[in-house]
């Protein structure tokens, strides 16, 4: 069954408006989450490694003003998507890894910004 | 340059028809190599993972297989609910632990 929880699992947005996303590890904690970006027909991207406790991880290229995440717990990781732009729209997605070594992702999150 | 590339692009199979996808990959160190799948406005769904060239698992339908270069995803006797686009990643030494690099994915379509 599915181990990492993520909502919404879609959104509509306007221009300029920030967009909080949740990312949740359902049977077990996560210190560490992950966060990726997918375009249509492309591969995932990874762009920020969240860490409980402290500042995330960002990849190259990642305004990490942007992007703000926040992992409060050993459970959830949010990313806040700020002053969102039509660029912004995109398909999200978290992960986590568990001890087995298998890496689980949510379900995803599709932004639209209008 | 770390590069995972999966052929082909699209697979079309009818009910029944064996076939295998290719995950080839060219990295400097690999850790583990992960198989997903993936449904259209889904998240990937986690299949495999291997870690050392020789190793084998297997999953109903689906056998995964790794050597030093590549790994294979052979389909048994699909059926139309093993359409899916499936993605193959790899997990690098050195690297966060996130730093998964995917290739495109293989779409698969089985019809009936």
């Known amino acids: 069954g599915a181990v990492v929880s993520q909502h919404p699992s879609w959104v509509i947005c306007k221009s300029g408006t920030s967009v909080k996303i949740e990312c949740r590890s359902l049977d077990f904690q996560a210190t560490t989450m992950f966060w990726y970006r997918q375009f249509p027909k492309q591969s995932l991207m990874l762009m920020a490694t969240?860490?409980?406790?402290?500042?995330?991880?960002?990849e190259q290229g990642v305004e990490k003003d942007k992007f703000l995440i926040n992992h409060a717990s050993l459970t959830l990781s949010t990313l806040t998507v700020t002053s969102a732009h039509p660029e912004d729209s995109s398909f999200y997605i978290c992960?986590?890894?568990?001890?087995?070594?298998?890496?689980?992702f949510g379900n995803g999150t599709r932004l639209t910004v209008t | 340059e770390d590069q995972v590339t999966q052929s082909p692009e699209a697979l079309r199979l009818q009910e029944g028809e064996s076939s295998s996808l290719n995950c080839s990959y060219t990295?400097?160190?690999?850790?583990?190599l992960f198989w997903y799948r993936q449904d259209p406005g889904k998240g990937p769904e986690f299949l495999f993972t291997l870690y050392s060239a020789g190793e084998e698992k297997e999953k109903e339908r689906l056998k995964a297989t790794l050597t030093k270069k590549e790994s294979f995803l052979h389909i048994t006797a699909p059926k139309p609910e093993d359409s899916a686009t499936y993605l193959c990643?790899?997990?690098?030494?050195?690297?966060?632990?996130?730093?998964?690099?995917f290739g495109k994915g293989t779409k698969l379509s089985v019809k009936p």
């Open positions: 990643a790899v997990l690098l030494y050195g690297g966060s632990q996130g730093n998964l690099i």
């Open positions: 990295v400097s160190g690999l850790r583990g």
């Open positions: 992960s986590a890894h568990l001890e087995t070594g298998a890496v689980h």
């Open positions: 969240s860490n409980e406790g402290s500042k995330a991880t960002y």
